[in-house]
C-alpha cells in the first residue's frame, strides 16, 4: 500500500499530466553493509527538488555531493541539486568526528531527510556508494527510501584490483570506466601493471628509448602460443601526464594508484631498448609470445641499479602512492649463472648466483625507503633473504603469504586459485573467449577466506589486504576485460570489505541487483 505522501506526489504528477513513475529503493547492496537496521518511521522520498547539501569537508565534500547527484540521475534520470544549507527535503552530507575508523560511515534515512556522515570524506564516499547501489536503476520521478540506519566499515585496510596494461594496451578512458568499476565495489587500490616483456607502457624522460623502442613488438601469437602469429605491429604508451591524469581520476574516487614496474625479470621491453643492461648485451627483442624469459637485468652491472633508480624517480614523481610495486616475479637465474659480471658481484658481495636477487631487491628497496615510500614485491622475493618491511604480494596460493606473515612482513593476499580474473569462470572455454586457462568460477572468488587458521594470532593484523589480478595476454579488448572482471569483482569486493559470515545464496541476490547497475552503465558482464 503506498503512504499517504507518495499518493500525494503521485496524484500531483498526474494532475500536471507528466508520466509519474515511482519506486523505491533497497538495501541489499553488494558489499554487505556491517549493520542494517530498518526503522519504523516512514520512507523519505528522492525528487528532482530534493537537494544535497555538504556543510563541512570543503572541496572534497562538494565533489562528493556532485558524485551522488551524477549517480542519481545515471540510475534513474531524476537530478537533484546541490544545496549550500540544508533543508527540508535534504540529502546531508557531513563529517562527524565521532565516528571511529577513517573509512566507516553512518547512513540513515528517515521521512524527515537523508544523512551520510563520516570522519572523512572518503568515509562519506562509501556512504554514498551504498546509497547508490539502493536505488532503483529505472527512469522514474519518484524514489521511496524507507526509513534505516546503516553502520558499515571495510574488514580490510587495502582493497585492490589489478589491470595488466602491458601485455595489451587499454585507452585511458577505459582505464577510468576500470577505476569507476572499483569505486563502485568500495575498492580503495589500483594496481597498474605498466611495463613488462611484451611493452615498456610508461614514458620515462631519462630513457626516450623505452618507449620509442621498448613499446612496440613486430606482432603477436595467435590463439594458445601456438605458433602463429599475425604479423601486425602492437604498441603504445601512456605519457607522463596521462598517468598524472589517472592518479588524479582515481584520487577523486578514493583510490590511489600502485604502479609496478617489474624488475629484474620481465623486463625484455627495457632490454630492447637499453641492450647494455642485459647479461649477453643483446640484441634483443620485445617478446611476442607469453610466458616467462631468460634474459632479464645484469646484476652485475652497477648502471642497471642506476638505471632502476632513475626510472623509480620519475615514476614516484607520477605515483604519490605510499607503495611502489617492484614486481620480482619469474626471474630465471640462468643468465647470471653464466655471466662473469654477476659471477664477479656475487664473489665480492659473497653472495651465489640464487640469493643475487634479493641483493637487488634489498638494495632497491633502501633507495625506495630512502624517498619516504614502500615497496611491494611478488611472493618470490621470499626466496633469499629480504627485508621485513617489504610488503609481500601473495600470488601462487595463500601458502607464501601465510610464511611471510610469520616471517613479519605485511601481505596482501591475490592468490592464483582464487584470485586471477585472467582464468575461465566456467569449466573450460564454453563458448566464451580463448584465455589462458585455469578455472575460477564465481563461487570460488566468494568463499576464499584471506586470513587462514594457521597463521598465529598475533600475526594476523600482517594481513593488510585482498586483491585480484587481471593479466591481459588473452585479453585484447575492454569488451572481454569487463567480461572476465565482472561479477567476479563484485564476490572479491565482499571478501574485501564484508566482515559477516558468508551465505552465499545471499551474495548472490544482492548480485542480482547489482546486476542491473552494470546495466546502466553498459558493462558487458559474465552470466
Ligand atoms: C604469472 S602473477 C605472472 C604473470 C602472468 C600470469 C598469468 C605473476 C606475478 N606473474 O606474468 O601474466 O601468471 O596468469
Not at 103 to 120: D, F, H, M, P, Q
Not at 155 to 173: N, V
Not at 488 to 500: N, P
Request: include cysteine; aromatic fraction near 10%; charge should be neutral.
Amino acid at each position: 500500500m503506498f503512504k499517504k505522501s507518495i499518493l500525494m506526489t503521485l496524484l500531483a504528477a498526474i494532475a500536471c499530466n507528466v508520466n509519474a513513475s515511482i519506486s523505491s529503493s533497497n538495501y541489499n547492496v553488494v558489499p554487505k553493509p556491517l549493520s542494517v537496521t530498518e526503522d519504523k518511521d516512514q520512507p523519505f522520498i528522492i525528487t528532482a527538488s530534493t537537494t544535497v547539501s555538504c556543510m563541512s569537508g570543503g572541496e572534497e565534500m562538494k565533489r562528493n555531493a556532485q558524485f551522488l547527484t551524477d549517480y542519481v540521475a545515471e540510475a534513474t534520470g531524476i537530478r537533484m541539486q546541490a544545496a549550500e544549507k540544508a533543508s527540508k527535503q535534504c540529502i546531508r552530507l557531513f563529517i562527524n568526528n565521532k565516528i571511529t575508523g577513517k573509512e566507516a560511515y553512518r547512513l540513515s534515512v528517515s521521512k524527515k531527510g537523508v544523512t551520510i556522515e563520516a570522519a572523512t570524506p572518503r568515509g562519506v564516499f562509501y556512504g554514498i556508494q551504498t546509497l547508490r547501489k539502493s536505488l532503483p536503476t529505472v527512469k522514474v520521478d519518484t524514489i521511496t527510501l524507507p526509513a534505516v540506519t546503516i553502520a558499515d566499515e571495510p574488514r580490510f585496510s587495502y582493497r585492490g584490483m589489478h589491470l595488466d596494461c602491458a601485455r595489451h594496451i587499454f585507452p585511458l578512458s577505459f582505464v577510468k570506466r576500470y577505476i569507476d568499476l572499483l569505486a563502485m565495489h568500495n575498492m580503495n587500490v589500483f594496481h597498474w601493471h605498466i611495463t613488462d616483456d611484451q611493452g615498456w607502457r610508461i614514458e620515462i624522460k631519462k630513457y626516450p628509448e623505452l618507449t620509442k623502442k621498448g613499446s612496440w613488438r613486430p606482432e603477436t601469437v595467435i590463439g594458445n602460443n601456438f605458433p602463429l602469429f599475425d604479423g601486425t605491429p602492437y604498441g603504445g604508451f601512456y605519457t607522463q601526464e596521462e598517468a598524472r591524469e589517472i592518479v588524479r581520476y582515481a584520487a577523486d574516487r578514493y583510490i590511489t594508484v600502485i604502479p609496478e614496474i617489474d624488475m629484474p625479470g620481465h623486463m625484455l621491453g627495457a632490454l630492447k631498448a637499453y641492450p647494455d643492461l642485459g647479461c649477453t648485451g643483446g640484441p634483443y627483442e620485445v617478446a611476442t609470445t607469453w610466458g616467462v624469459f631468460a634474459d632479464v637485468l645484469c646484476l652485475g652491472n652497477e648502471n642497471v641499479y642506476s638505471f632502476c633508480q632513475d626510472v623509480l624517480d620519475e615514476i614516484m614523481d607520477i605515483f604519490p602512492a605510499n607503495y611502489i610495486h617492484i614486481g620480482g616475479d619469474e626471474a630465471p637465474r640462468d643468465r647470471w649463472a653464466e655471466c662473469s659480471k654477476c659471477q664477479a658481484k656475487a664473489h665480492e658481495l659473497s653472495l651465489t648466483t640464487n640469493t643475487l636477487q634479493s641483493y637487488f631487491t634489498n638494495r632497491i628497496e633502501k633507495y625506495v625507503n630512502s624517498k619516504g615510500r614502500r615497496i611491494i614485491g611478488w611472493d618470490e622475493i621470499l626466496e633469499g633473504p629480504i627485508n621485513k618491511s617489504a610488503t609481500i604480494m601473495s600470488w601462487r596460493g595463500i601458502s607464501p603469504g601465510v610464511e611471510a606473515a610469520s616471517k613479519g612482513h605485511d601481505v596482501i593476499m591475490t592468490p592464483n586459485s582464487h584470485l586471477y580474473f585472467d582464468y575461465y569462470q566456467t569449466e573450460g572455454r564454453n563458448g566464451g573467449p580463448i584465455l589462458i586457462g585455469g578455472y575460477v568460477p564465481l563461487e570460488k572468488v566468494y568463499s576464499l577466506n584471506p586470513i587462514p587458521d594457521d597463521i598465529p594470532a598475533d600475526l594476523r593484523s600482517h594481513i593488510i589486504g585482498v586483491q585480484a589480478n587481471l593479466w591481459t595476454e588473452y585479453i585484447a579488448y575492454t569488451s572481454i576485460v569487463e567480461y572476465q572482471v565482472l561479477p567476479r569483482m563484485a564476490a572479491l569486493a565482499e571478501v574485501q570489505w564484508t566482515s559477516a559470515t558468508k551465505d552465499y545464496p545471499d551474495f548472490l541476490s544482492r548480485l542480482s541487483r547489482l546486476r542491473e547497475l552494470y546495466g546502466i552503465y553498459g558493462y558487458n558482464v559474465a552470466k
